[in-house]
């Protein structure tokens, strides 16, 4: 193997790793903008509760249905109130 020829390869796996870094920082900034955006169009649970109450009124869902995601978003509330204090 001559020194020309190491050379080459040298660059080559320096740029091929330039290329993967590259690729993984644009991935990671992609999910990132993903999940924000997703995280933040949902519902605060107090209209979540609302939305729920209406389908409840309307026969969309049981009592028993509606008590239970009550308990859950009740959980959550406790849960997110304990966070911000």
Known sequence: ?????GESTSIELMLWGLVLL???VLGT?????????TVG???PPPD???NFR???HRGDISDAEYRTITSVLGAKLRQDADGKK
């Open 1 to 5: 193997m001559n020194s020309v020829t």
């Open 22 to 24: 590259i690729l993984l």
């Open 29 to 37: 900034t992609i999910v990132w903008v993903v999940r924000k955006k």
């Open 41 to 43: 169009d949902s519902d």
């Open 48 to 50: 979540m509760l609302a």
């Open 54 to 56: 209406e389908l409840r």
